[in-house]
């Protein structure tokens, strides 16, 4: 006899439908909106179904009902946004859903059909560009190469919680392709950008991503419980890696702070109550008026601006760990090509010296 649970969401009710096959317990899960006399005919359905199996003897004992690419996925964002922000991940699930269609069962994704799925990707990509240009080449094949990351992640918690027998990913091959060159905010222009900015907090989100490196979707989640002026640390709740941090703070951001009269003594209100496309897009804006309409990623590049300014007041392995420390990467290659833009710059100056 099947079970029809039904669970209380945002955006509407779900339901999950619970039942046996030969003493093993199995799911069946229908995103919310779905009418409830959809669910009750699907589980006549499959009780008739089990029974003609049972008489039949066709019902092996280790028999598994694997979940839909569509319904795994209502699954994935119920369960796995509780931990994270999953709205990137499933932008590339979709794309992956486009390609196998809804109805496969997640079990049936192997990785030949994922080689399928990148070599697709790749193509619709390099069809928008000149293949002839190297550098919009490779972007083309990170850019294919960060779906797949996205993707990956989803199938090895899909493993860690059983539902899949076996992670496609595995003997899975990404393409090969030349790290990007961080966009890096030059220093004669630091001052003109901050100067043309408006006059309001966007400001001191500046401060905040060019003095702290945080990235702009940790900067906009800051309450003032994170501000530990006294201590001098930014605290952490909500990042990329999923863990609390103290981030030291500069003593600019500390000084801004207390200028702007940021802290009202409740610890639950944001900082900014800025959108965070409205903040790249005033980035965007403010890069134009000064001349550098080529930098890409506006927000993100005064990370990598506060990553280099690490690595330039002494390049060595001392200082390529704080910076490692500094931008939270988790592995050291990730902080490498600060330290080959600080040798280069290094170069420049040495280059107009007298000597």
């Given at each position: 006899?099947?079970?029809?649970e ?17 003493g ?55 369960k ?8 990137r ?6 794309l ?59 199938f ?20 090969s ?16 950008f ?24 940790e ?9 530990l ?17 103290l ?14 009269k ?62 490692q ?22 170069k ?8």
């Amino acid at each position: 006899m099947a079970y029809i649970e039904e669970i209380e969401l945002q955006s509407g009710t779900a339901y999950r439908v619970q039942f046996n096959v030969q003493g093993k317990r199995y799911r069946k899960y229908f995103p919310p909106n779905t009418p409830k006399r959809s669910v009750e005919l699907w589980v006549k359905q499959k009780e008739l179904e089990i029974e003609q199996q049972r008489i039949n003897g066709a019902v092996p004992s280790t028999q598994k009902i694997y979940p839909t690419l569509q319904d795994f996925g209502s699954i994935y964002k119920e369960k796995r946004s509780i931990e994270i922000s999953v709205k990137r991940n499933l932008h590339s699930y979709k794309l992956l859903i486009n390609y196998l269609g809804p109805h496969l069962t997640i079990d049936k994704v192997t990785d030949e059909r994922l080689e399928s799925f990148r070599n697709s990707l790749l193509e619709q990509r390099l069809a928008k560009i000149d293949q002839d240009d190297f550098l919009k080449v490779q972007r083309a094949r990170r850019g294919a190469n960060k779906e797949l990351s996205c993707l990956r992640d989803i199938f090895s918690w899909a493993k860690r919680k059983k539902y899949i027998p076996i992670n496609p990913f595995d003997d899975f091959e990404f393409f090969s392709a030349t790290k990007p060159v961080p966009n890096i905010l030059p220093r004669e222009k630091e001052k003109e950008f901050y100067k043309n900015l408006p006059k309001s907090n966007i400001r001191i989100i500046f401060l905040f991503l060019r003095y702290a490196g945080l990235r702009r979707s940790e900067c906009l989640e800051l309450r003032e419980r994170n501000i530990l002026l006294k201590e001098g640390y930014i605290k952490l709740e909500k990042n990329k890696n999923r863990e609390i941090e103290l981030i030291p703070m500069h003593q600019i951001i500390q000084r801004m702070i207390i200028r702007a009269k940021l802290l009202t003594g409740n610890p639950d209100k944001k900082l900014f109550n800025n959108n965070k496309d409205a903040v790249s897009r005033t980035f965007r804006r403010t890069l134009d008026k000064i001349g550098l309409e080529h930098i890409k990623s506006p927000a993100h590049m005064l990370r990598h601006t506060f990553g280099l300014r690490i690595m330039e007041n002494e390049i060595s392995d001392k200082n390529e760990r704080l910076a490692q420390e500094m931008l939270r990467h988790k592995t050291g290659s990730m902080t490498k090509h600060y330290t080959q833009i600080a040798r280069e710059n290094l170069k420049k100056r040495f280059d107009k010296l007298k000597i």
